[in-house]
T-cell receptor, first 117, second 115 residues
Framework: GAVVSQHPSRVICKSGTSVKIECRSLDFQATTMFWYRQFPKQSLMLMATSNEGSKATYEQGVEKDKFLINHASLTLSTLTVTSAHPEDSSFYIC?????????????FGSGTRLTVV | AQSVAQPEDQVKVAEGNPLTVKCTYSVSGNPYLFWYVQYPNRGLQFLLKYITGDNLVKGSYGFEAEFNKSQTSFHLKKPSALVSDSALYFCAVRDVNSGNTPLVFGKGTRLSVIA
């Protein structure tokens, strides 16, 4: 079935540095990738929708200059948290829509636990 | 607008007993409905979906859910709970006619199965 590989699974970084999270669709083309953020014991909050070859669409309240999304190919989307601060610590999950997949197209990465110290 | 409500933050059941995790939804048209499970520090794992057809949907690990259009519900059920079922469960919805849009998730229900 459709698989999305997300890396890294865990990252610890210092305040002020940038962190890149990658999501790759392994056996399908992901024209659209959704990026979510999950706070402890809370639901998934959609941050942005990235479309291959065009600018990402950000949800209200999400800083596009802080959370840079690049979707340069049909199999790779990246989220870069720039100048990270402790309040950016969270669990980030990507999701891609694959046509014809058994779960009607929504496949999730395994998530990235970001801790900013 | 689409929305999902999971009225229970937590559900506790004894091992071997049946379990139900509740979900109600709101969409302007017809819904696509999903259940996902999340284990600690992991991504979401697909359990089952309702797209069309039979209202009773059977999914992974013995879970099932019943689509009830009149009550706009899609409760998750399992006849006999296992300790290993303890996890965070999310219900999600998408309007059939909403195109290439993301799923809308409920806030999640933490299931604890007690041995």
């Amino acid at each position: 079935g459709a698989v999305v590989s997300q890396h890294p699974s865990r990252v610890i970084c210092k305040s002020g540095t940038s962190v890149k999270i990658e999501c790759r669709s392994l056996d399908f083309q992901a024209t659209t990738m959704f990026w979510y953020r999950q706070f402890p014991k809370q639901s998934l909050m959609l941050m942005a929708t990235s479309n291959e070859g065009s600018k990402a669409t950000y949800e209200q309240g999400v800083e596009k200059d802080k959370f840079l999304i690049n979707h340069a190919s049909l199999t790779l989307s990246t989220l870069t948290v720039t100048s990270a601060h402790p309040e950016d610590s969270s669990f980030y999950i990507c999701s891609a829509r694959a046509t014809g997949a058994g779960n009607y197209g929504y496949t999730f990465g395994s998530g990235t636990r970001l801790t900013v110290v | 607008a689409q929305s999902v409500a999971q009225p229970e933050d937590q559900v506790k059941v004894a091992e071997g007993n049946p379990l139900t995790v509740k979900c109600t939804y709101s969409v302007s048209g017809n819904p696509y409905l999903f259940w996902y499970v999340q284990y600690p520090n992991r991504g979401l794992q697909f359990l089952l979906k309702y797209i069309t057809g039979d209202n009773l949907v059977k999914g992974s690990y013995g879970f099932e859910a019943e689509f009830n259009k009149s009550q706009t519900s899609f409760h998750l059920k399992k006849p006999s709970a296992l300790v290993s079922d303890s996890a965070l469960y999310f219900c999600a919805v998408r309007d059939v006619n909403s195109g290439n849009t993301p799923l809308v998730f409920g806030k999640g229900t933490r299931l604890s199965v007690i041995a």
